[in-house]
């Protein structure tokens, strides 16, 4: 039976086996293999990497998905009374950012405005602040009661 397979087997037969088992173990030995130290720093993405995979790093949930700093973030809302504002946010497990917590945002954010959780004064005429982002940077818009305003809701990251 040794000389049934020896006249078959050819120079180009043994070259193409010993191709498609080194392609086929040595994707499998790399992946098997590589470690921290193998990684060039800083080469990695947040693509490269299965978060879910991670222990002990703290994520935003899909309800506030951008994160800066310690600060998770939502899109910007349309435009709401900040009773509604605030109703809406805590509905979500999230709440209205302090106007620190407001810089921060729009900082990254890019162009928008949003309520924050300051409130001044507890009269029929509450006084609650705004945070702006403007072509020279983020400012309070000030505190008013007029007319309803966009509004982004927050909360910190977890593990």
């Known amino acids: ?39 060039v720093n800083n080469s990695l993405t947040g693509a490269d990497v299965k978060e879910r995979t991670l222990k002990g790093v703290t994520r935003c949930p899909k309800s506030a998905p951008n994160r800066v700093a310690n600060v998770c973030f939502s899109k910007s809302f349309a435009k709401s009374s ?22 921060l945002i729009y900082k990254k954010a890019g162009k928008g405005e949003t309520w924050t959780d300051e409130v001044v004064e507890l009269t029929p005429t509450d006084l609650r602040a705004t945070v702006k982002k403007t072509g020279s940077g983020v400012s309070p ?11 982004r809701c927050i909360t910190i990251p977890t593990a």
């Not at 193409?16 to 499998?28: C, E, K, Q, R």
């Not at 900040?82 to 106007?99: G, S």
């Open 141 to 151: 818009v000030g505190f008013n009661t007029n007319g309803p305003k966009p509004y």
């Open 1 to 39: 039976m040794l000389d049934r397979i020896r006249t078959k087997l050819s120079f180009a037969n043994v070259i193409s086996l010993v191709a498609l088992f080194t392609a086929l173990g040595g994707g499998a030995y790399a992946a098997a293999t590589v470690t921290g130290a193998d990684v």
């Open 82 to 103: 900040w009773n509604a504002a605030l109703t809406r946010c805590a509905k979500r497990k999230l709440r209205l950012p302090t106007i620190g917590e407001g810089f």
